[in-house]
């Protein structure tokens, strides 16, 4: 995991180009997605997830469509994200399910 300064965090947060979209359910934050649009023509969906006890309802697929149908909106480029092994079993199949196709694998040493 990428550990940033506040100061380094705090400009991500504050750049327009940068989006942090909540998910609400019966006005309780359910999950989260980070549009980072900072490069280029392109769009990097760098944050997406769900609250433990919202997972298995559904949600999931209808947020990341709406996070991918925001995304397109501003007319990119390339749309793309990273999935690692630390992330949720159902999220690789729920994003291939959306469209999204395996670009590249590696395999990193992660530090302990």
Same mark, same amino acid.
């Given at each position: 995991m990428k550990r940033l300064s506040d100061a380094a965090l705090a400009a991500i947060i504050h750049d327009q180009k940068d989006e942090v979209h909540i998910l #609400?359910?019966?006005g309780v934050p359910a999950g989260y997605v980070e549009l980072d649009r900072r490069t *280029?023509?392109?769009?990097e969906i760098t @944050? =997406? *997830?769900l #609250?433990?006890?919202f997972i298995g309802q559904g949600l999931g697929k209808y947020f990341l469509q709406w996070a991918i149908d925001?995304?397109?909106s501003y007319q990119p480029t390339r749309l793309w994200l990273h999935t690692d092994t630390m992330d949720h079993p159902a999220a690789l199949p729920n994003y291939q399910k959306? *469209? =999204?196709v395996i670009y590249k694998e590696e395999v990193k040493? @992660?530090?302990?």
């Amino acid at each position: 995991m990428k550990r940033l300064s506040d100061a380094a965090l705090a400009a991500i947060i504050h750049d327009q180009k940068d989006e942090v979209h909540i998910l #609400m359910a019966d006005g309780v934050p359910a999950g989260y997605v980070e549009l980072d649009r900072r490069t *280029g023509s392109e769009i990097e969906i760098t @944050q =997406f *997830g769900l #609250m433990p006890e919202f997972i298995g309802q559904g949600l999931g697929k209808y947020f990341l469509q709406w996070a991918i149908d925001k995304a397109w909106s501003y007319q990119p480029t390339r749309l793309w994200l990273h999935t690692d092994t630390m992330d949720h079993p159902a999220a690789l199949p729920n994003y291939q399910k959306a *469209g =999204f196709v395996i670009y590249k694998e590696e395999v990193k040493e @992660q530090d302990p």
